[in-house]
């Protein structure tokens, strides 16, 4: 499904024809990595008129749900404290991902095998821990998991003296960093050839589970995934590279409160 765009500094989305001046409205948005075929039911890859075979590829997918669709707030309303663990707390963005026949999802780009996103805090905030995190840059979101309807997202309590300053509750991420691994075409076809499905040296199951480490591949955490990541992809004679940045989330207004 194809959404055409509101005018206006705050672009929104809408299935429906006729809104104007609600540049305000909210859309359930997020990002995932999905193979499939550019034929697939509901992509809309190709123009009717094209008749080349179906390529199956890695694609970084944009969910963006059109407003009149979401329902977070059918839940919210009856349960305005709703948490992520509770009951339909995840239904927001379920709803939305169990469309028919597909969710409201375009691509964003080809052959993306990884997509990797670690919420972080500023270094300054960190050094400011008590203690600091074994780790730079592991301390906010040690399992790879953000939920700011929960009190902390560590797979343990922090310190009490740490509690205020890593609770994510009703906050956003300061910072957000990145990480993209991009296949070559002309390799990754040849490896992957005519096959419809993920092929076992590829599939990464186990991997990003644990921050850890993210620069010392020589120790458990996010460099040695990396790099386990690559080292199959070099072993499968596939061209890659890798893509990092570190995003400034301007909305987040870190409080310790």
Not at 51 to 60: A, D, N, Q, V
Not at 97 to 103: E, N, V
Request: charged fraction near 15%.
């Amino acid at each position: 499904m194809r959404h055409p765009r509101l005018p206006g500094p705050r672009t929104r989305f809408t299935a429906a024809a006729g809104f104007q001046g609600l540049d305000s409205l909210l859309n359930t948005c997020g990002y995932y990595i999905e193979f499939n075929s550019n034929g697939s039911e509901g992509l809309d890859l190709k123009p009717p008129f094209v008749k080349s075979p179906s390529r199956y590829r890695f694609r970084l997918m944009e969910l963006i749900q059109p407003s009149e669709s979401m329902t977070l707030y059918n839940y919210t309303a009856a349960n305005p404290v709703l948490r992520s663990q509770d009951p339909n707390g995840m239904k927001w963005f379920q709803d939305a991902m169990s469309a028919s026949p597909r969710p409201p999802a375009h691509v964003l780009a080809e052959n993306i095998v990884a997509l990797v996103i670690i919420p972080k805090l500023s270094p300054a905030e960190e050094l400011g821990l008590n203690p600091p995190p074994p780790t730079v840059g592991s301390a906010l979101s040690p399992t790879y998991s953000y939920d700011s309807t929960a009190d902390y997202n560590g797979p343990s309590a922090p310190s009490a003296a740490n509690a205020a300053a890593l609770s994510p509750k009703s906050q956003l991420p300061p910072l957000v960093q990145i990480t993209m691994v991009a296949v070559e075409e002309a390799s990754f076809s040849r490896y992957l050839g005519t096959s419809t499905s993920i092929p076992g040296s590829l599939r990464f199951d186990g991997l990003f589970t644990t921050v850890g480490d993210l620069t010392d591949s020589s120790k458990p955490g996010f460099a040695r995934d990396l790099n386990t990541v690559v080292e199959a992809l070099g072993s499968a004679k596939i061209d890659y590279r890798v893509f990092t940045t570190v995003v400034s989330i301007k909305g987040a207004k870190w409080s310790r409160n």
